[in-house]
């Protein structure tokens, strides 16, 4: 399409320049031949020379018209184009909506409780005397670390399960890591058993050592006197 309207234009802009050189060679061409009889003045008639061919202005008008066209053309040309050469739109991504129950309302994930079951399973035991059975089941809970806040206690009932047995030296490394990561209320009878286990194992100095850490972080516990009574200081 563009190529046409070059070609166009070219042609336009050849022929204006052909009118304007015959109207050149028109205007300066002289007649040559002559009669041989000399006619005075008065008697020789003014001539007037007829235009050949079109003039350079109307050869030029209808260029400027030809060029106002093409000119129309190729700017509807372009606004047209890029309708078709646009590429599609990508689709938004569709948000996923979480499973709905049958209701309607919003889905809530639910605790496993088969974790929670194997730390209820662990506690019967341990209350029923199956202090081996215990250890292995709160084992499981600790090997798995599920539930997560349920792990420190599972390792304080292990200690409670060796301690039971009469089996302190097994008891007190599980004590130990509950006074570092176990709560508050754990953490304060851990203590106390590990300086029970020292007093049993005949420890004394490890036994007065948790004893001073159970009087400066609990002073109120009532685990001091009775530590006391046992022969702490």
């Known amino acids: 399409m563009r190529n046409t309207f070059r070609f166009i234009i070219f042609g336009l802009l050849a022929i204006s320049m052909l009118g304007m050189a015959s109207c050149r060679s028109s205007r300066n061409t002289k007649p040559t031949t002559r009669n041989k009889q000399t006619l005075p003045p008065a008697a020789v008639a003014p001539t007037t020379v007829a235009p050949s061919g079109p003039t350079a202005k ?111 030296a097994e008891a007190m490394p599980y004590f130990e890591y509950v006074t570092r990561v176990g709560p508050q209320y754990k953490r304060e009878m851990s203590l106390y058993k590990l300086s029970r286990a020292n007093l049993h194992l005949e420890n004394r100095q490890a036994a007065n050592m948790y004893y001073e850490r159970l009087r400066n972080e609990y002073p109120h516990s009532s685990h001091i006197a009775t530590l006391r009574k046992l022969g702490a200081r």
Do not use: C, K
Request: net charge negative; hydrophobic share 35%; no cysteine.
């Open 58 to 168: 109307s050869v030029l008008g209808h260029a400027d018209s030809a060029l106002m066209r093409v000119s129309h053309l190729a700017n509807e040309e372009r606004e047209a184009a890029p309708l078709s050469e646009q590429p599609p739109m990508a689709e938004p991504p569709t948000m996923q909506e979480p499973p709905r129950n049958p209701w309607g309302t919003p889905y809530t994930p639910q605790p496993n409780l088969t974790d929670y079951g194997i730390f209820e399973a662990a506690l019967s035991a341990y209350n029923a005397g199956r202090y081996e059975e215990a250890i292995g089941l709160f084992g499981q809970v600790v090997s798995a670390g599920r539930p997560a806040e349920l792990v420190p206690n599972a390792y304080y009932w292990m200690g409670e399960s060796f301690y039971a047995m009469n089996r302190y």
